[in-house]
């Protein structure tokens, strides 16, 4: 072995005889394209990005410190290729001191060391990873073989590339062949005989026109956007289930339908990307751009008792990210959820930095158990829009109508016997339903004066039974009653009013002024609860409540009715699967120790054996409410409107018009109540803290972290964009960054 003084001398003279594999390239050798791979291939592994194996404190993917003073030669000396270490560690015989290691198996040719050698004597000038340089558009290559057909600016290229390769074109396809391999790649679909035969006609005669013509039909067919939605579908993790242990059906067709309408319309990319990822954060967001937002809840949900809720929250926030970073960026940002990326530019912090973006949903670790999970959003398909519409239109004269001749009416004494007779007829359809009266004790619930909550028997009010039941009632909130309380409980709920984390049974509450039914075989998760939109029950009123159970597990089958007419609901949670406990109601209030109690009066309560016809209950209000509003020298503003509707209903000029706007409008719940949902995204009103997580482990807090993407590798943030999911979409889609525009053009060659 040679001393290693000598080994200086002679490495000069090594270098000499290593031959140039790139001799007469006249341009400068690329960091990227020449010299990266050998250095990533054989180098990295112990002089990369990852510490833990890191060897002589020397990394060679980064030019500072692969050029840094060392004690003896730095390992690239820029324009000095004899005095740099690792080309001298690249020839030495000398097995202590020779790259890379014998044991390591790798092994740089005389032709790699000769680049090496031209690279470091050209400067050593390094580049990010192409991937992180944003792509610039090439000049066209010239063209000089006249065989080269060139119809468009990618001809040019390819045309090139055979020149280069000394290779010919080959032969244009023959049109049917053309037609079917188009087809294939637009549609998915092979072309018909039909459409073969004249294409095939068309092609002889019309030349590059019939081309041209039948690219536009296939970009025309809605399966154009079913051909590209596919691959995004996958991109996106769209599934029918659930996907954990209990693996429940899930329904995300209208997000999937709202790809696929995206590509047949051509939608922007940029639109594209940023309705998915933020649509719900737009000026008044769409209906469309609501249901785009699906994107982000694709994930698996678990429904398996006992789990810890806010272990799988997380786990559903880390897969916004694998998707964003995989979908849209073509990056295995995963790795450094539990540390820094081994081979990657991506630190933990900035793993938690993109986390904090999707952290603010507002849903559970545990849920989904028989169907789609909160938040979701009513999405109707554009035949249920145009009806819903069509539904509206036809009720805006009927409106119109009656509300000239409701200005017009005024209340006459001598209408009194017509309305007596009115109420005994509503009475008399109403009894034949055979009422049970709640018996409250007293008739009259006065609280908090009353000392001890009155109950009803969990047998008399049973919303598990199958053919279902109405509950009616008279409710006159006080002006000091609170905004959430209980009307009727059976619900067992553990925890304080702050904090009912968990509950069992059925409930009845009053809600700033709505009516709420909470069935509920685990509170919040596994419930069906339903509440009204626009009931406005105000302090002071006394109206007629009703509540239509149909029976089984869906919100669908839940319809209130004030002073006898359907008002429209909110489902707020429809994944009820077991049954709920059966206790006996509270009336008032709920079990908890430190519940609020209603204040005001709820009397009159009675139950119907079966969920009422619309008619019955209007009939069973007016059997109530007409005897009340004509026991008063002066009914008020409210009993007036009673005594109004009951004669505007059974008046021979307006009975026809009032019949057909209650049915129309009746209709039109109905249609609103069956809607298909989608899951999508919303924030929470205040952002959940984020941390750095220590080994990725939900409760293990680190560092605290604000929202932010990996600014210094990809793109800097734009100016003015908010720090949410909106200004993501922003960063992801500014014209300077590298990766956005280069995956999904990748995505689309790899699709054809």
């Known amino acids: 072995m040679l001393p290693r003084a000598t080994h200086r001398l002679l490495l000069p003279a090594l270098l000499a005889v290593v031959p140039f594999v790139r001799a007469a390239t006249p341009a400068p050798l690329e960091f990227n394209r020449d010299i990266r791979p050998i250095l990533s291939e054989n180098c990295f592994q112990c002089h990369g990005q990852d510490p833990a194996h890191r060897e002589g404190k020397l990394r060679l993917d980064e030019r500072a410190d692969a050029t840094r003073p060392r004690s003896g030669n730095p390992a690239i000396a820029p324009g000095k290729p004899d005095e740099s270490e690792i080309l001298f560690r690249l020839l030495s015989t000398d097995d202590e001191e020779r790259m890379p290691p014998a044991k390591s198996n790798k092994h740089v040719t005389p032709e790699q060391i000769a680049l090496l050698k031209r690279w470091i004597a050209e400067g050593a000038i390094y580049q990010p990873h192409w991937a992180f340089i944003p792509p610039t558009r090439p000049a066209l290559p010239a063209i000089e073989n006249p065989k080269s057909k060139i119809t468009n600016p990618v001809d040019r290229f390819i045309a090139a590339r055979l020149a280069h390769e000394k290779l010919s074109p080959s032969p244009a396809a023959p049109s049917a062949t053309w037609l079917r391999r188009a ?8 072309p018909t005989p039909a459409e073969l035969d004249s294409f095939t006609t068309a092609a002889a005669r019309d030349g590059e026109a019939a081309y041209a013509a039948a690219v536009d039909r296939l970009l025309a067919s809605p399966h154009f956007g079913e051909r590209l939605a596919i691959d995004w579908l996958d991109a996106a993790r769209y599934a029918d289930t659930h996907g954990f242990n209990n693996d429940s059906s899930r329904s995300m067709w209208r997000w999937r339908d709202w790809v696929i309408d995206a590509f047949n319309a051509n939608l922007p990319y940029d639109r594209f990307l940023t309705e998915q990822l933020a649509g719900d954060l737009l000026t008044s967001p769409t209906l469309d751009q609501r249901i785009a937002t699906g994107w982000g809840r694709n994930h698996v949900i678990n429904s398996e008792g006992g789990i810890i809720e806010e272990e799988y929250r997380v786990e559903y926030v880390a897969d916004r990210v694998r998707t964003l970073s995989t979908a849209w960026l073509g990056l295995t940002f995963e790795c450094a959820r539990c540390h820094d990326h081994k081979f990657d530019p991506i630190s933990q912090r900035d793993y938690y930095r993109l986390f904090s973006f999707f952290n603010n949903v507002p849903e559970h670790g545990e849920d989904g158990r028989v169907a789609n999970a909160v938040p979701m959003l009513p999405a109707p398909t554009r035949d249920q829009q145009a009806t819903l519409a069509q539904q509206q239109r036809d009720l805006s004269p009927l409106d119109a109508t009656l509300a000239a001749v409701r200005t017009a009416w005024s209340w006459s004494p001598e209408l009194k016997t017509r309305v007596e007779a009115l109420a005994t007829a509503a009475k008399t359809t109403a009894d034949a339903e055979k009422p049970v009266s709640l018996d409250l ?17 969990a047998a008399k009010l049973d919303f598990a039974q199958r053919d279902g039941l109405s509950l009616s009632f008279w409710l006159n909130p006080a002006a000091d009653n609170p905004a959430d309380v209980a009307l009727f409980s059976a619900m067992n709920y553990i925890g304080s009013p702050a904090d009912t984390s968990f509950g069992r049974g059925r409930e009845l509450r009053l809600i700033d002024g709505e009516l709420e039914l909470r069935l509920c075989e685990r509170y919040p998760a596994y419930t069906v609860i339903v509440r009204t939109s626009g009931a406005a029950l105000r302090p002071g009123d006394s109206r007629h409540i009703t509540v239509n159970y149909e029976g089984g597990k869906r919100a669908a089958a839940i319809r209130f009715f004030v002073d006898g007419f359907e008002v429209p609901t909110v489902i707020r949670y429809d994944d009820l699967a077991g049954e709920p406990a059966k206790r006996d109601f509270l009336v008032g209030t709920d079990n908890r120790p430190d519940a609020p109690r ?24 007016f059997a109530a409410a007409l005897p009340r509003a004509l026991a008063t020298a002066t009914p008020t503003d409210l009993e007036r409107a009673w005594l109004r509707e009951a004669l505007l209903a059974d008046t021979p000029a307006t009975r026809d018009t009032f019949a057909k706007r209650t049915a129309l409008y009746e209709a ?45 590798l990809l793109a800097p943030w734009p100016a003015g964009a908010p720090r949410n999911r909106l200004g993501l979409a922003q960063w992801l889609t500014q014209p300077n960054h590298p990766l956005t525009a280069r995956v999904v053009v990748n995505r689309f060659w790899a699709q054809l």
């Open 598 to 621: 209603f204040r005001g009066t709820l009397e009159g309560a009675r139950v119907y054996a079966r969920a009422l016809p619309a008619e019955t209950v209007r009939a069973a209000f």
């Open 668 to 712: 039109h719940l109905a249609l609103r109540r069956s809607l298909p949902t989608v899951m999508v995204m919303e924030e929470l009103p205040d952002p959940r803290p984020a941390f750095v997580l220590t080994r990725g482990n939900y409760d293990a807090h680190g560092e605290p972290v604000t929202a932010g993407a990996p600014e210094t």
């Open 183 to 190: 087809s294939f790649d637009l549609t998915g679909l092979p």
């Open 441 to 457: 004790a007293p008739a009259k619930v006065e609280a908090p004066a009353t000392p001890k909550p009155a109950s009803i028997p």
